[in-house]
């Protein structure tokens, strides 16, 4: 079948895991510095997997490839260090077009996190990128273990 589950190795679990045949997840490999008020392209350097050639890291976005068309769900989850200045946002952008935004104020104490799910159709050559934002007065940490991306195409 065309959506059939492979085995991959997921190094980040070190174990051997069933995959879907369209879908990638990826990661940071250390933590990432956003600079105060500065929209930026998160550049997630750490393939977990990726079934079907979905993961470009050299542009850190993912880009449909030839045969690869469908509907696909985009999953992000971004964790922010610490600091309780004003608010922290993310953007999921299809082909350069913003389809989804999530954002939250800063937590008095502790880490702020921010998650989100859309649903999107897909032609072969399509991409998707992550950008993101945080205006706490200076530089901020996103926590590489508690942050990354995932997409996959649901089956026909």
């Known amino acids: 079948p065309k959506d059939s589950a492979v085995p991959v190795y997921n190094a980040a679990a070190d174990e051997i895991q069933l995959q ?3 879908s990638a997840k990826v990661s940071f490999s250390s933590n990432e510095e956003l600079d105060h008020n500065n929209l930026t392209d998160l550049e997630f350097d750490q393939t ?38 004003v608010i922290r946002f993310f953007r999921i952008l299809h082909n350069g077009t913003n389809v989804l935004e999530e954002s939250k104020d800063a937590k008095s104490s502790g880490t702020t996190t921010l998650n989100c799910s859309i649903y999107l159709d897909c032609a072969a050559g399509d991409t998707i990128r992550i950008t993101s934002r945080q205006n706490s007065g200076s530089g901020l940490d996103i926590i590489a273990d508690k942050s990354g991306f995932s997409i996959k195409r649901f089956g026909e």
């Open 48 to 85: 977990d997997w990726d079934v079907g050639g979905l993961w470009n890291g050299t542009n850190f976005e993912s880009e449909i490839p030839n045969g690869g068309a469908g509907k696909y769900t985009v999953n992000c989850w971004i964790r922010f260090d610490t600091n309780s200045t």
């Open 20 to 22: 879907p045949r369209w």
